[in-house]
């Protein structure tokens, strides 16, 4: 059975700039969230969605934006990158993330210079 | 408010022997649920165990134990017969009813000497 998969796992943006990541959650889950984990802040929750719909955000800014398609694959943006937004990035596939386990992809990290 | 404390930022244990990390835990709903998680240097986050807060019984899995003392609001993990490839950080996590948001501790990191 194939784990959550969270695409790319490294890139490097500059300030200003837009990034998409991407994550496939395990088949039969309907529900993703993503982390923020850097080393000042720790992990940090950004979304959860299920079943295409945003039940729960995190305290971050518009700049980083979500969405979860009907085959549950979930995207998240950030937009108007800046220094601060380098972190790993991480995904949570679960069944339902309000019960029961929540399984995390290896993550995105991202930087930006 | 929601809080997870991990008092221990380092932790060494001898290979084959038992290790505990430590978590507490603070929240006002009736309902939560108690997570471990473990992240080795390349960055990801590896589920161990689960407990909820009505499950009458320990949760175990493997080596792995959750020694949840619910009055205490404690959520220490056990790991017993340490081996060199538990050196990691490991995260302690709580949800609390009716939200799919995770709370995690600061973390401890955990070394296995030889």
């Known amino acids: 059975k194939a784990g959550v998969t969270q695409t790319p796992r490294y890139l490097i943006k500059t300030r200003g700039q837009q990034v998409t990541l991407s994550c496939s959650p395990i088949?039969?889950?309907?529900?993703v969230s993503w982390y923020q984990q850097t080393p000042g802040q720790g992990l940090q929750f950004l979304f959860e969605?299920?079943?295409?719909?945003?039940?729960n955000k995190g305290n971050f800014p518009g700049r980083f934006s979500g969405r979860q398609f009907s085959n549950s694959r979930s995207e998240m943006n950030v937009s108007t990158l800046e220094l601060g937004d380098s972190a790993l990035y991480l995904c949570?596939?679960?069944?339902?993330?309000?019960?029961?386990?929540?399984?995390f992809g290896e993550g995105s990290r991202l930087t930006v210079l | 408010a929601q809080k997870i404390t991990q008092t221990q930022p380092g932790m060494f244990v001898q290979e084959k022997e038992a290790v505990t990390l430590d978590c507490t835990y603070d929240?006002?709903?009736?309902?939560?649920?108690l997570f471990w998680y473990k992240q080795p240097s390349s960055g990801e986050m590896i589920f161990l165990i689960y407990q909820g807060s009505y499950d009458q019984q320990n949760a175990t899995e493997g080596r792995y134990s959750l020694n949840f003392q619910k009055a205490r609001k404690s959520a220490n993990l056990v790991i017993s017969a340490s081996q060199l490839g538990d050196s990691a950080m490991y995260f302690c996590?709580?949800?609390?009813?009716?939200?799919?948001?995770?709370?995690f501790g600061q973390g401890t990191t955990l070394q296995v000497k030889p």
């Open positions: 969605y299920f079943s295409e719909t945003q039940r």
């Open positions: 996590a709580m949800r609390g009813q009716g939200t799919g948001k995770l709370i």
């Open positions: 088949s039969g889950h309907r529900s």
């Open positions: 929240t006002s709903d009736p309902s939560y649920g």
């Open positions: 949570a596939s679960s069944l339902d993330a309000r019960d029961g386990e929540l399984f």
